[in-house]
């Protein structure tokens, strides 16, 4: 993982620069992005759909805003072709995936899942990464040192060290990014926060409490392991956690 500059949303793309939509009340033009965003909000916050963190509604809500083509190409040039956490370059290999840093629809926790996700940032510039599919989607891997293979991906995890400041509404994110565990690209500076040896591998080391491994499994390409010591690793599968290194 490198740091990325993304810069500003891009007004060359149409879904973020066109005001011809309307909106619910049908009475101000919005973007499409601004007129997705009225409907998630609508449509996530009514109790019929959803109670206590969980789904109870058959009905479904489409996010397209993420799937423009536009937005998908701007996004591909800005990370370079290459996936936003491991840097594969996938462009002549696999088909890249428009990856939610924050999950959009649901968080997988270590105490079972919570519905919905931050719906409120589907379409939003900053939360949107493109990602290989081995990094964005749930998956077996063959990893160095484990004798079976293991599942990887980050698919819908979020994990924080204290779950207390989970956000469960649109609000500012400032209190929830200090206790964010995953490194996000564009605004923490990876080279702070991992290290390589002479033979090109990563080495990590922190001191944090045990259970917070627990809470996001599947994530060991992302997060660094509980322990206080040094852990040696492909860097295909290093752990990225935008906590310190406690040395």
């Given at each position: ?120 940032l589907a379409g939003e510039w900053t939360n949107l990464l493109v990602a290989c599919a081995d990094c964005n989607r749930a998956r077996k891997h ?106």
């Amino acid at each position: 993982m490198i740091k990325i500059n993304r810069g500003p949303t891009p007004l060359t793309i149409k879904v973020y620069s066109e005001k011809k939509f309307k909106g619910l009340k049908g009475s101000s033009k919005l973007t499409k992005a601004e007129q997705e965003l009225e409907k998630a909000i609508e449509f996530f916050t009514n109790p019929a759909n959803y109670s206590k963190d969980l789904k109870i509604t058959t009905e479904k809500f489409t996010f397209i805003i993420y799937k423009n083509t536009e937005l998908a190409e701007e996004l591909e040039r800005v990370f370079g072709k290459k996936c936003a956490y491991c840097e594969s370059d996938f462009a002549h290999v696999m088909p890249k995936d428009v990856e939610h840093f924050r999950p959009k629809s649901e968080i997988e926790t270590g105490t079972g899942k919570l519905q919905p996700g931050y719906f409120w940032l589907a379409g939003e510039w900053t939360n949107l990464l493109v990602a290989c599919a081995d990094c964005n989607r749930a998956r077996k891997h063959e990893v160095p040192g484990q004798p079976k293979k293991i599942k990887l991906g980050k698919e819908t995890q979020f994990p924080l060290s204290n779950e207390t400041f989970r956000l469960r509404a649109q609000a500012a994110l400032t209190d929830e990014d200090n206790v964010r565990l995953l490194l996000d690209p564009c605004s923490d500076e990876p080279e702070n926060h991992l290290v390589f040896n002479e033979d090109g591998l990563t080495c990590h080391g922190w001191a944090h409490k045990v259970s917070q491994v627990k809470r996001a499994k599947r994530l060991s390409r992302f997060l660094r392991y509980n322990e206080k010591r040094w852990w040696k690793n492909d860097a295909r599968f290093s752990m990225i956690s935008s906590l310190p290194l406690n040395n």
